[in-house]
């Protein structure tokens, strides 16, 4: 029960102590779980990070729960994981509680407005990172155009296009052993 | 069907399909707010900014905004667990079953065909996000809104260039509504 609380303890802390997820949270899972805790080496956390980053779902989380598994079973798992969220659920909930309350306020529309900008700028340099990180041989740039023609131009269901692109990964691994 | 299940059905379909983390959840959301009254495209920026100017991850703030928007607390509460059940269920059994799981050759082919598919699907997203955010509806059509426009090129260069792209997010939030205030966007 102890180390339940631990666990659910420590995923809280690196929960409300990261912002933004993915490779920022790093540092702050090595901290706490490798140098603090030595609950795992930092071997089997760089592991957990790439099983977390080829499977579905949010990173920070599959991370957590494979951490949690690892060290107290399926409770832990859970426990973990439940600790990763609650930072979030609480502070999202009492900043949208707060916003809905100001939205009506014209200061607070045009601050809105410029957000929004800001929003698509800050999504394009997302864009332009992922492309420069995913687009690295002319197999991965054909399925990236291939994609954006289906997505932008038919309405096929984004869950169709993710299953298709997974199923030309592995028929071109198959025909010429290309896909790497 | 009643609305809380929907919720649950959406955000275990963006949990088990979402690949990628955080923003590979952009374009589910994207649907949602075109298929159910829950929350608008202009609002699903709202939550962008939000979700990365908050602890936590981006993903799981962005499902609780929604669910909050949509069905209140419990919304969010309901929206997070949905979101996190699929990959909690998957991670388990790799745990379990699977050493080597990110060494097998399957896994890795499939994990090439998606990740440039996730790149081209965000940008498709966020093509969509700048037909809302910058451009305005007006009876003669749709018109470009300049200033904004404006914002967003100054602040993808900033974001480019070395001394400023280490920026947290936040920042460039907080000079946007700045520069929204001041010049009346």
Same mark, same amino acid.
């Given at each position: /029960?102890?180390?339940?609380?631990?666990?659910? *303890?420590?995923?809280?802390?690196?929960?409300?102590?990261?912002?933004?997820?993915?490779?920022?949270?790093?540092?702050?899972?090595? !901290?706490?779980?490798?140098?603090?805790?030595?609950?795992?080496?930092?071997?089997?956390?760089?592991?957990?990070?790439?099983?977390?980053?080829?499977?579905?779902?949010? *990173?920070? #989380?599959?991370?957590?729960?494979?951490?949690? !598994?690892?060290?107290?079973?399926?409770?832990?798992?859970?426990?973990?994981?439940?600790?990763?969220?609650?930072?979030?659920?609480?502070?999202? %909930? #009492?900043?949208?509680?707060?916003?809905?309350?100001?939205?009506?306020?014209?200061?607070?529309?045009?601050?809105?407005?410029?957000?929004?900008?800001? #929003?698509?700028?800050? /999504?394009?340099? %997302?864009?332009?990172?992922?492309?420069?990180?995913?687009?690295?041989?002319?197999?991965?740039?054909?399925?990236?155009?291939?994609?954006?023609?289906?997505?932008?131009?038919?309405?096929?269901?984004?869950?169709?296009?993710?299953?298709?692109?997974?199923?030309?990964?592995?028929?071109?691994?198959?025909?010429?052993?290309?896909?790497? | 069907?009643?609305?809380?299940?929907?919720?649950?059905?959406?955000?275990?379909?963006?949990?088990?399909?979402?690949?990628?983390?955080?923003?590979?959840?952009?374009?589910?959301?994207?649907?949602?707010?075109?298929?159910?009254?829950?929350?608008?495209?202009?609002?699903?920026?709202?939550?962008?900014?939000?979700?990365?100017?908050?602890?936590?991850?981006?993903?799981?703030?962005?499902?609780? @905004?929604?669910?909050? =928007?949509?069905?209140?607390?419990?919304?969010?509460?309901? +929206?997070?667990?949905?979101?996190?059940?699929?990959? $909690?269920?998957?991670?388990?059994?790799?745990?379990?079953?699977?050493?080597?799981?990110?060494?097998? =050759?399957?896994?890795?082919?499939?994990?090439?065909?998606? =990740?440039?598919?996730?790149?081209?699907?965000?940008?498709?997203? $966020?093509?969509?996000?700048?037909?809302?955010?910058?451009?305005?509806?007006?009876?003669?059509? +749709?018109?470009?809104? @300049?200033? +904004?426009?404006?914002?967003?090129?100054?602040?993808?260069?900033?974001?480019?260039?070395?001394?400023?792209?280490?920026?947290?997010?936040?920042?460039?939030?907080?000079?946007?509504?700045?520069?929204?205030?001041?010049?009346?966007?």
């Amino acid at each position: /029960m102890k180390e339940l609380w631990e666990l659910y *303890i420590s995923f809280f802390r690196i929960g409300i102590l990261t912002f933004g997820g993915g490779l920022a949270m790093l540092p702050m899972l090595k !901290y706490e779980l490798v140098e603090k805790r030595s609950w795992i080496t930092e071997n089997t956390l760089l592991d957990c990070y790439a099983i977390g980053q080829c499977t579905p779902g949010i *990173i920070a #989380v599959n991370t957590a729960t494979f951490v949690g !598994y690892k060290r107290k079973g399926i409770s832990g798992g859970i426990i973990a994981t439940l600790g990763m969220v609650s930072p979030s659920l609480l502070i999202i %909930t #009492v900043v949208a509680v707060f916003l809905q309350a100001l939205i009506g306020e014209p200061l607070v529309q045009h601050a809105l407005v410029g957000i929004r900008g800001g #929003v698509c700028g800050l /999504m394009l340099n %997302t864009v332009y990172m992922l492309a420069k990180k995913s687009l690295v041989n002319p197999f991965c740039i054909a399925v990236c155009a291939g994609t954006f023609l289906l997505a932008f131009f038919t309405k096929l269901p984004t869950v169709l296009i993710i299953v298709l692109a997974g199923a030309v990964g592995v028929l071109c691994d198959r025909v010429i052993g290309g896909a790497k | 069907m009643n609305q809380a299940l929907l919720l649950i059905f959406e955000f275990f379909k963006t949990g088990l399909f979402a690949i990628g983390g955080g923003p590979a959840t952009i374009p589910f959301l994207m649907d949602m707010a075109e298929k159910y009254p829950w929350f608008t495209m202009q609002e699903l920026s709202d939550m962008i900014a939000i979700s990365e100017s908050t602890p936590g991850p981006i993903g799981i703030n962005m499902a609780t @905004y929604a669910g909050f =928007r949509s069905l209140g607390l419990f919304g969010g509460l309901v +929206s997070t667990l949905s979101l996190v059940f699929p990959s $909690v269920v998957i991670i388990i059994l790799i745990a379990k079953f699977l050493d080597g799981f990110q060494e097998n =050759r399957i896994v890795k082919a499939v994990f090439a065909g998606i =990740r440039p598919a996730v790149t081209a699907l965000i940008a498709v997203a $966020v093509i969509q996000l700048i037909q809302v955010s910058l451009f305005t509806e007006e009876a003669g059509g +749709s018109v470009f809104n @300049y200033k +904004s426009g404006a914002l967003c090129v100054i602040i993808f260069i900033l974001m480019q260039w070395k001394k400023t792209k280490k920026l947290h997010p936040v920042v460039w939030f907080l000079l946007a509504a700045a520069a929204g205030i001041l010049f009346q966007l």
